[in-house]
């Protein structure tokens, strides 16, 4: 069968004051085929989806959709041609609820002109089944549902446009195993219909169960095209960071004196609403402890509670022994833990800051004088220091943190925390849209900081990482504790099992 | 650099704007005294006042106001500066009065720039910094309403540099250093219009007083005169409260009055708007057994004073105000004394629906 | 890639926002000085930094509300209110000078902090909230004065028209204050911390800053300054009256947005709100000295603000793309 070219762009090129994002990029997609884009963060996928999408204008170069040049192209444009966007960072709405997001700009309409609210939630609701959603009420306010179901709902918008071509980035990077799973199916399906998808992630293994096709960037180049049927993890690691790669990350040590282990944090009953009910556990020192469950079990809650960040029902809180009364995260600060939040954009980052200023702002006292005023120049070096130890690729210090790349930008919240020396530190889905060379660095950081005495708490979605990085893991299922497993004990089976509320088999090894 | 650029433009075009505003002013008199220069001569060549060909205006302009100027013997260019309100349609006549003694001392003989600026409210503090900035632009002589006692630190400052000040139309509560005020007797009209109504009134009849603004001095002088009056001869005074000057306020208190008091026998204005207080009066029907007695006769006010609704104006001569104080600055910037201090208080016509029609024939 | 200390260079001061309000400034300065042969006399220069002093203290506080994302629509009556307190409690009350200045600021203080609890406490709107509490106090100040002026003589009365030398107090006063917001605005925790709510609310509070304590001060700051603002301009006139402060709110708000701080929050500078002040203030000296009718001057003050804030919002738009 005569396969048909449904957007091509030639030699397209696209500069940035001081950067060349792209350079000299040319991709033929074909109709109805899932294509993977993969490559480092930086390397150019983000600036080709917005291309691609209308946002941007090329610098040079030419695109054309359905055999038509298009010139000047705008999102909206593109929404009419058929082509949708689904963005990493998540572009709902928060004040309106889900239906009025899905259906934003065309909500249906009765014979009078006014918006038919039955039909809406109709529809919404039918499309929210679609995507796994069906306990949701389409009255439901986006700012009510956690990062990852909201994510679940752009999609559903996407759905709901009926586009010839799709472009997800990193779709899942907030989803479970299985809801990327129910994703790849709706993929097929809309494969099957005739839809093209280009998709871009930094989950490897998905790209090789779910794609037809594979492009490889780095450093604003395309470096080579493969047939997915003849590539394997390695070979595609290998393009995106030139240099010879091995899989999985394992660190040199794991905890395994629990018997003689000291406890650094503990919680008991802890009630948060709804979302965590009667949750024990302990931290003991120098551990990396997993947090794991499906969406909505309540992992970041119990975080957040703990930190002080909302409020809770009960629960108390001994921190190396002596009971504590956290009720700010001013509290919990001056008892020497951190907290870095999921959803960076949302949640920690400082877009109009600086990077130098989103690294400083908590340890803050560190480069005052005695009379509490500003040392710049002490900033500066405390900022670079932390930066160039996470190795945070920015131009300089006082560039604008939003111009960074997601990773970067995550780097420099967790060197905002790393800066206030912290004795615990709680991450919540620390690698969320973030490349692997990046992410193992991550990984080195966190291990580094449990050898020099750190106790970790980490929150993930991500079975790879859980599973290779983790000295213990809790596994939480509607907003309980359904099991603890030691290193040994976590593999993929166990965690989902436990995931969903089911028993482990007696004879666990 | 664009947005630079951008907003240079801008200011640009805005400053170029404004700074053409005011040389336009400036230029009109000048171009007068021009005309009247060349005229003047022709006139004195052929010996008498009729022209030979060239139409223009040729005539001196006439003396319209209350004292007669002086010719400029100083050799130099006087400034003077008015300061001057505009609230509500009273002012116009002021106004009036200002230009037509602008026009009247541009001529060559007396040699004088009169610049008016107008305020659209009572500031206090907007005419004290146009009084300092006057001060910096060197005026030889300053005319200002005297809205607020905190005028008077201004008024001593410009004093203090050699420019005298003159008053018009409201006089501060507090001792200041002005030459003189030109305005009325506020505190003897309050006492005449409340001796007015009251003889309309009879002892132990009910009235409503409508003042202007309670920190306005001159509304106060008039308001405790009447009082006074009013008192004294047995009247009720059954309320009293602010409009600020606003007719659609005065309109509004009336109808209040109305409703409070059913037997309301008179209500008195002491400032601008009493044209509102004569709607609700005529609306409800009851000209004749309320009698409104106010101040000034604005174009508003003159239909209801020919039907009768206003029984009773004091006049207080705006025209007067807005010229006078100028030309006895003037006067006595050139002789270096002053004709008249303390209070120069203007003519207290009484305009009722009888006379109405003789100065303000229909 | 090579990382340059860029802190202080020429290049970012010329990228910041308040250099293109610089700019107009200086431009505005440049054609008043032809345009009026009396601009540049030092009488009027003081006259201008003495007429902007009373914005000029004021918009330290309304920027530092307006740079967390509030706003404050009280400021014109709380200096109403402070005038004529001053003004009473040295004349009807006859109390001492030090006694007088401390009880005028603290109600100024005061009045802050019932702005900033309703904000954050109650978590009302701040338009809404210092809507109200503007009605409140004018009432205040008309049951304090029965609407008639007080007169004051007193010690105090040298913070508003004292002259060191050639320069009003005033203005020294307000350089004070420009200096000492400007400080405590970029150089301090706290000052950090009010760019960092206006940033981004949740990301404050997850970092560790009391946001509703923040909040809560910044109000109290901008009562205090009202406070001492209306000391300096009861000293000014020898007078407070009702009508005192009228407007004040209209002229602090342009001269902060056109200095450079957003409505949104989170940027913006101190030192932005003086050129702001300098803006409206030489733009109305300009008004009397070329002889510019009253009417003109609102509408003039109008179209500098949407000028300005079209240039911000270009800028903004132009940095995220």
Redesign the interface.
């Given at each position: 069968m005569e396969q048909q070219i449904i957007y091509s762009i030639q030699h397209v090129t696209k500069e940035f004051p001081g950067v060349k994002a792209l350079s000299d990029i040319s991709i033929d997609v074909r109709r109805g085929e899932i294509l993977a884009v993969v490559g480092e963060n930086g390397a150019g996928k983000s600036t080709l989806m917005n291309i691609l999408s209308g946002a941007?204008a090329p610098t040079s170069g030419t695109i054309t959709f359905e055999g038509q040049e298009l010139t000047s192209l705008t999102p909206e444009r593109a929404q009419h041609l058929g082509i949708a966007m689904i963005h990493q960072e998540l572009s709902l709405s928060n004040a309106l609820n889900l239906a009025e997001n899905i259906f934003e700009g065309r909500l249906p309409k009765n014979s009078i002109g006014l918006v038919d609210r039955r039909k809406l939630y109709q529809e919404s609701k039918r499309l929210l089944e679609e995507v796994g959603l069906p306990n949701l009420d389409p009255r439901t306010l986006v700012r009510d549902i956690n990062v990852s179901q909201q994510q679940m709902v752009e999609i559903a918008k996407a759905l709901s446009l009926n586009a010839k071509f799709l472009i997800l980035d990193e779709p899942t990077s907030s989803l479970t195993v299985s809801e990327a799973e129910y994703l790849h199916e709706i993929m097929r399906r809309l494969k099957s219909k005739g839809i093209t998808m280009l998709y871009i992630s930094h989950k490897l293994d998905e790209i090789l169960a779910i794609s037809d096709r594979i492009v490889v960037f780095r450093d604003g180049r395309l470096i080579t095209t493969m047939e997915t049927a003849a590539t394997q993890i390695n070979d595609m690691v290998s393009s995106m960071v030139g240099r010879e790669y091995s899989a999985g990350y394992t660190r040199a040590h794991y905890k395994n004196d629990y018997a003689t282990a000291e406890p650094i944090l503990k919680v008991s009953n802890l009630n948060v609403g709804k979302k965590v009910k009667n949750v024990d556990f302990t931290l003991y020192k120098g551990e990396l402890l997993g947090i794991t469950g499906l969406v909505g079990a309540g992992r970041s809650e119990v975080l957040q509670a703990v930190?002080g960040?909302d409020p809770r029902q009960s629960g108390e809180i001994e921190i190396e022994g002596q009971k504590c009364r956290i009720r700010?995260?001013?509290d919990?600060?001056a008892r020497g833990l951190a907290?870095v939040?999921e959803g960076r954009k949302?949640?920690?980052?400082?877009?109009?800051?600086s990077v130098k200023?989103n690294i400083t702002?908590?340890a803050?006292?560190q480069v005052?004088n005695r009379c509490?005023?500003?040392k710049?120049r002490k900033e500066?070096e405390f900022a670079?220091s932390f930066s160039k130890r996470l190795r945070v690729?920015?131009?300089?210090?006082?560039q604008?943190i939003?111009n960074l790349s997601g990773g970067n930008q995550q780097k420099a919240v967790i060197a905002?925390w790393l800066a206030n020396q912290p004795k615990i530190l709680f991450l919540d889905e620390p690698t969320q849209g973030i490349d692997i060379g990046a992410k193992n660095e991550i990984y080195e950081i966190i291990d580094e900081m449990i050898r020099q005495g750190a106790s970790v708490i980490m929150v993930s979605s991500e079975m790879q990482e859980t599973i290779s990085l983790c000295d213990r893991v809790l596994v939480m299922y509607e907003g309980e504790i359904s099991g603890e497993l030691y290193h040994k004990d976590a593999t993929e089976k166990n965690i989902v099992t436990l995931m969903s509320g089911q028993a482990l088999p007696v004879s666990a090894s | 650099m664009k947005k630079v650029l951008a907003l240079l433009l801008a200011l640009t075009m805005l400053m170029g704007t404004l700074a053409g505003c005011g040389s336009a002013q400036e230029n009109a008199p000048a171009n007068d005294s021009q005309t009247n220069t060349e005229d003047n001569s022709a006139a004195g060549d052929t010996g008498d006042t009729g022209n030979t060909g060239d139409a223009a205006p040729a005539d001196e302009i006439e003396n319209t106001f209350n004292y007669e100027a002086v010719e400029n013997t100083t050799g130099e260019e006087i400034r003077i500066a008015v300061l001057t309100t505009q609230t509500n349609a009273f002012w116009v006549d002021v106004c009036k009065g200002t230009e037509d003694v602008t026009k009247f001392l541009a001529q060559p003989q007396y040699n004088c720039t009169v610049d008016m600026q107008t305020f659209d409210n009572f500031d206090g503090q907007a005419i004290s910094e146009a009084i300092d900035t006057c001060i910096t632009m060197e005026y030889d002589a300053i005319c200002t309403v005297g809205v607020a006692d905190s005028i008077a630190t201004s008024i001593s400052k410009a004093v203090a540099a050699g420019i005298p000040v003159y008053l018009f139309n409201s006089n501060t509560g507090v001792e200041n250093e002005a030459t003189a005020f030109v305005g009325q007797d506020l505190y003897g009209a309050g006492e005449k219009l409340g001796g007015i109504l009251a003889d309309m009134v009879g002892e132990g009849g009910k009235v409503g007083i409508i003042t202007g603004l309670y920190s306005v001095n001159a509304h106060e002088l008039r308001r405790t005169g009447a009082e006074k009056a009013l008192t004294d001869a047995g009247v009720e005074i059954v309320a009293t409260a602010e409009n600020h000057d606003s007719s659609d306020e005065a309109y509004s208190l009336t109808k209040d009055l109305i409703t409070a008091n059913p037997d309301l026998k008179g209500v008195l204005v002491t400032a601008g708007g009493p044209e509102g207080a004569a709607r609700a009066i005529e609306e409800a029907g009851l000209q004749d057994q309320i009698s409104l007695v106010c101040f000034d006769t604005t174009a508003e006010m003159l239909p209801y004073i020919r039907e009768g609704v206003i029984k009773c104006t004091l006049g207080q001569d705006p025209y007067g105000q807005g010229s006078d104080p100028v030309i006895l600055a003037y006067n006595e910037i050139v002789t270096g004394e002053a004709a008249v201090t303390g209070d120069a208080f203007t003519e207290m016509t009484e305009y009722t629906p009888d006379n109405i029609n003789e100065y303000f024939p229909e | 890639m090579k990382s340059k200390q860029e802190f202080g260079g020429l290049r970012a001061f010329t990228k910041r926002s308040e250099f293109s309000v610089l700019i107009g400034l200086m431009v505005i300065f440049i054609v008043m000085s032809f345009a009026s042969p009396y601009f540049l006399k030092l009488n009027n220069i003081m006259n201008v930094l003495q007429q902007i002093s009373r914005y000029g203290i004021i918009s330290v506080g309304m920027a530092l509300i307006m740079i967390t994302g509030g706003i404050d629509l009280s400021v014109g009556y709380t200096v109403a209110l402070s005038a004529c307190m001053a003004a009473h409690l040295t004349t009807n009350v006859k109390m001492a000078w030090p006694a007088v200045f401390l009880v005028v600021l603290l109600m100024g203080a005061v009045i802050g902090l019932v702005n900033g609890l309703l904000v954050t406490k109650v978590k009302l709107w701040p338009f809404i909230v210092t809507l109200a509490t503007s009605k409140i106090i004018s009432g205040c100040v008309l049951l304090l004065t029965s609407g008639m002026p007080i007169h004051i003589e007193s010690p105090l009365c040298w913070l508003g028209s004292g002259y060191v030398g050639p320069v009003p107090v005033s203005v020294i006063m307000m350089f004070l204050v420009i200096i000492g917001g400007s400080i405590f605005a970029s150089m301090t925790q706290t000052g950090r911390n009010i760019y960092a709510i206006g940033n981004n609310e949740r990301a404050a509070a997850l970092s560790g800053i009391r946001v509703e304590r923040t909040k809560t001060l910044v109000y109290v700051i901008c009562g205090i300054l009202c406070a001492f603002c209306g000391i300096v301009v009861a000293g000014n006139l020898n007078s407070a009256d009702a009508g005192l402060g009228a407007g004040y709110e209209t002229d602090v708000i342009a001269a902060v947005v056109i200095g450079g701080v957003s409505m949104s929050g989170g940027e913006g500078s101190i030192w932005g709100a003086l050129i702001g002040a300098m803006i409206i203030g030489i733009l109305k000296n300009a008004f009397i000295l070329l002889k510019v009718s009253s009417y003109w001057q609102s509408v003039v003050i109008g179209l500098v603000i949407i000028a300005a804030v079209t240039i911000d919002r270009i800028r903004t738009v132009r940095k995220a793309k």
């Amino acid at each position: 069968m005569e396969q048909q070219i449904i957007y091509s762009i030639q030699h397209v090129t696209k500069e940035f004051p001081g950067v060349k994002a792209l350079s000299d990029i040319s991709i033929d997609v074909r109709r109805g085929e899932i294509l993977a884009v993969v490559g480092e963060n930086g390397a150019g996928k983000s600036t080709l989806m917005n291309i691609l999408s209308g946002a941007y204008a090329p610098t040079s170069g030419t695109i054309t959709f359905e055999g038509q040049e298009l010139t000047s192209l705008t999102p909206e444009r593109a929404q009419h041609l058929g082509i949708a966007m689904i963005h990493q960072e998540l572009s709902l709405s928060n004040a309106l609820n889900l239906a009025e997001n899905i259906f934003e700009g065309r909500l249906p309409k009765n014979s009078i002109g006014l918006v038919d609210r039955r039909k809406l939630y109709q529809e919404s609701k039918r499309l929210l089944e679609e995507v796994g959603l069906p306990n949701l009420d389409p009255r439901t306010l986006v700012r009510d549902i956690n990062v990852s179901q909201q994510q679940m709902v752009e999609i559903a918008k996407a759905l709901s446009l009926n586009a010839k071509f799709l472009i997800l980035d990193e779709p899942t990077s907030s989803l479970t195993v299985s809801e990327a799973e129910y994703l790849h199916e709706i993929m097929r399906r809309l494969k099957s219909k005739g839809i093209t998808m280009l998709y871009i992630s930094h989950k490897l293994d998905e790209i090789l169960a779910i794609s037809d096709r594979i492009v490889v960037f780095r450093d604003g180049r395309l470096i080579t095209t493969m047939e997915t049927a003849a590539t394997q993890i390695n070979d595609m690691v290998s393009s995106m960071v030139g240099r010879e790669y091995s899989a999985g990350y394992t660190r040199a040590h794991y905890k395994n004196d629990y018997a003689t282990a000291e406890p650094i944090l503990k919680v008991s009953n802890l009630n948060v609403g709804k979302k965590v009910k009667n949750v024990d556990f302990t931290l003991y020192k120098g551990e990396l402890l997993g947090i794991t469950g499906l969406v909505g079990a309540g992992r970041s809650e119990v975080l957040q509670a703990v930190f002080g960040a909302d409020p809770r029902q009960s629960g108390e809180i001994e921190i190396e022994g002596q009971k504590c009364r956290i009720r700010h995260p001013s509290d919990a600060i001056a008892r020497g833990l951190a907290l870095v939040p999921e959803g960076r954009k949302l949640q920690s980052l400082f877009l109009k800051f600086s990077v130098k200023e989103n690294i400083t702002l908590v340890a803050m006292k560190q480069v005052l004088n005695r009379c509490g005023l500003l040392k710049p120049r002490k900033e500066y070096e405390f900022a670079d220091s932390f930066s160039k130890r996470l190795r945070v690729k920015t131009p300089s210090l006082d560039q604008k943190i939003v111009n960074l790349s997601g990773g970067n930008q995550q780097k420099a919240v967790i060197a905002r925390w790393l800066a206030n020396q912290p004795k615990i530190l709680f991450l919540d889905e620390p690698t969320q849209g973030i490349d692997i060379g990046a992410k193992n660095e991550i990984y080195e950081i966190i291990d580094e900081m449990i050898r020099q005495g750190a106790s970790v708490i980490m929150v993930s979605s991500e079975m790879q990482e859980t599973i290779s990085l983790c000295d213990r893991v809790l596994v939480m299922y509607e907003g309980e504790i359904s099991g603890e497993l030691y290193h040994k004990d976590a593999t993929e089976k166990n965690i989902v099992t436990l995931m969903s509320g089911q028993a482990l088999p007696v004879s666990a090894s | 650099m664009k947005k630079v650029l951008a907003l240079l433009l801008a200011l640009t075009m805005l400053m170029g704007t404004l700074a053409g505003c005011g040389s336009a002013q400036e230029n009109a008199p000048a171009n007068d005294s021009q005309t009247n220069t060349e005229d003047n001569s022709a006139a004195g060549d052929t010996g008498d006042t009729g022209n030979t060909g060239d139409a223009a205006p040729a005539d001196e302009i006439e003396n319209t106001f209350n004292y007669e100027a002086v010719e400029n013997t100083t050799g130099e260019e006087i400034r003077i500066a008015v300061l001057t309100t505009q609230t509500n349609a009273f002012w116009v006549d002021v106004c009036k009065g200002t230009e037509d003694v602008t026009k009247f001392l541009a001529q060559p003989q007396y040699n004088c720039t009169v610049d008016m600026q107008t305020f659209d409210n009572f500031d206090g503090q907007a005419i004290s910094e146009a009084i300092d900035t006057c001060i910096t632009m060197e005026y030889d002589a300053i005319c200002t309403v005297g809205v607020a006692d905190s005028i008077a630190t201004s008024i001593s400052k410009a004093v203090a540099a050699g420019i005298p000040v003159y008053l018009f139309n409201s006089n501060t509560g507090v001792e200041n250093e002005a030459t003189a005020f030109v305005g009325q007797d506020l505190y003897g009209a309050g006492e005449k219009l409340g001796g007015i109504l009251a003889d309309m009134v009879g002892e132990g009849g009910k009235v409503g007083i409508i003042t202007g603004l309670y920190s306005v001095n001159a509304h106060e002088l008039r308001r405790t005169g009447a009082e006074k009056a009013l008192t004294d001869a047995g009247v009720e005074i059954v309320a009293t409260a602010e409009n600020h000057d606003s007719s659609d306020e005065a309109y509004s208190l009336t109808k209040d009055l109305i409703t409070a008091n059913p037997d309301l026998k008179g209500v008195l204005v002491t400032a601008g708007g009493p044209e509102g207080a004569a709607r609700a009066i005529e609306e409800a029907g009851l000209q004749d057994q309320i009698s409104l007695v106010c101040f000034d006769t604005t174009a508003e006010m003159l239909p209801y004073i020919r039907e009768g609704v206003i029984k009773c104006t004091l006049g207080q001569d705006p025209y007067g105000q807005g010229s006078d104080p100028v030309i006895l600055a003037y006067n006595e910037i050139v002789t270096g004394e002053a004709a008249v201090t303390g209070d120069a208080f203007t003519e207290m016509t009484e305009y009722t629906p009888d006379n109405i029609n003789e100065y303000f024939p229909e | 890639m090579k990382s340059k200390q860029e802190f202080g260079g020429l290049r970012a001061f010329t990228k910041r926002s308040e250099f293109s309000v610089l700019i107009g400034l200086m431009v505005i300065f440049i054609v008043m000085s032809f345009a009026s042969p009396y601009f540049l006399k030092l009488n009027n220069i003081m006259n201008v930094l003495q007429q902007i002093s009373r914005y000029g203290i004021i918009s330290v506080g309304m920027a530092l509300i307006m740079i967390t994302g509030g706003i404050d629509l009280s400021v014109g009556y709380t200096v109403a209110l402070s005038a004529c307190m001053a003004a009473h409690l040295t004349t009807n009350v006859k109390m001492a000078w030090p006694a007088v200045f401390l009880v005028v600021l603290l109600m100024g203080a005061v009045i802050g902090l019932v702005n900033g609890l309703l904000v954050t406490k109650v978590k009302l709107w701040p338009f809404i909230v210092t809507l109200a509490t503007s009605k409140i106090i004018s009432g205040c100040v008309l049951l304090l004065t029965s609407g008639m002026p007080i007169h004051i003589e007193s010690p105090l009365c040298w913070l508003g028209s004292g002259y060191v030398g050639p320069v009003p107090v005033s203005v020294i006063m307000m350089f004070l204050v420009i200096i000492g917001g400007s400080i405590f605005a970029s150089m301090t925790q706290t000052g950090r911390n009010i760019y960092a709510i206006g940033n981004n609310e949740r990301a404050a509070a997850l970092s560790g800053i009391r946001v509703e304590r923040t909040k809560t001060l910044v109000y109290v700051i901008c009562g205090i300054l009202c406070a001492f603002c209306g000391i300096v301009v009861a000293g000014n006139l020898n007078s407070a009256d009702a009508g005192l402060g009228a407007g004040y709110e209209t002229d602090v708000i342009a001269a902060v947005v056109i200095g450079g701080v957003s409505m949104s929050g989170g940027e913006g500078s101190i030192w932005g709100a003086l050129i702001g002040a300098m803006i409206i203030g030489i733009l109305k000296n300009a008004f009397i000295l070329l002889k510019v009718s009253s009417y003109w001057q609102s509408v003039v003050i109008g179209l500098v603000i949407i000028a300005a804030v079209t240039i911000d919002r270009i800028r903004t738009v132009r940095k995220a793309k």
